[in-house]
């Protein structure tokens, strides 16, 4: 089953190929997709009704179907529990990060009512080493911030953190209603078929 993921707000990123782009693929690979979900789609305003407009013109016979990230905890590793996403209202916070699109997590954490006090970007898939650990705590106590704040994706890069707490945002997808029945059809009938 081809589930092709495209970001709501730049479905087909920079339409250059990687290494010189941000697509995997190029946009003809379109077609071969069972399913489109649009990832980010609340987040992209109305750039995601758009762009579900082009993607059911130019493929009516693909579904398309929308997504939206959400979060719902905060893992507190050294207390090895989770904790409520209130815990972050009115807290300096140093938030830090290696996604290809920070911005949105950035964003995030403002409107979950941290007091982002620096923001620090890595690469995506950054593989992060002591001195980088050293460097983001000595900004934390600088800023006179209560909490270093990273994703769930770069905690588990993380060598081991002294000195201010660190809390990493889960974050989960919310599915369009019908998205989940339509894959477990499609997976049914691909089963069937092979069965045959």
């Avoid at 339409?15 to 010189?20: H, S």
């Avoid at 911005?103 to 980088?132: C, M, N, Q, W």
């Avoid at 201010?164 to 069937?192: C, I, K, M």
Wanted: charged share 25%; net charge negative; hydrophobic share 45%.
């Amino acid at each position: 089953l081809n589930i092709l993921l495209l970001d709501a707000a730049r479905p087909f990123g920079t339409a250059r190929l990687f290494p010189r782009g941000d697509l995997r693929e190029g946009v003809w690979a379109v077609r071969r997709a069972h399913v489109i979900l649009l990832t980010r789609f609340n987040d992209a305003g109305e750039g995601g009704a758009e762009t579900l407009a082009l993607l059911e013109k130019l493929w009516p016979e693909i579904p398309v179907y929308t997504s939206s990230h959400a979060p719902r905890y905060l893992v507190e590793p050294a207390a090895r529990r989770s904790v409520g996403l209130e815990t972050l209202s009115g807290m300096r916070v140093v938030a830090f990060c290696g996604l290809a699109a920070g911005s949105a997590y950035f964003k995030t954490l403002r409107g979950l009512g941290a007091e982002v006090v620096e923001e620090v970007r890595f690469p995506d898939h950054f593989r992060y080493r002591i001195p980088h650990v050293v460097e983001l705590e000595e900004s934390a106590r600088r800023l006179g911030a209560h909490a270093l704040v990273t994703t769930e994706k770069d905690l588990v890069r993380l060598p081991a953190l002294v000195g201010p707490r660190l809390y990493a945002l889960t974050v989960e997808l919310d599915l369009q209603p019908g998205f989940e029945d339509f894959v477990l059809e499609r997976v049914r009938e691909l089963v069937q078929n092979t069965a045959d």
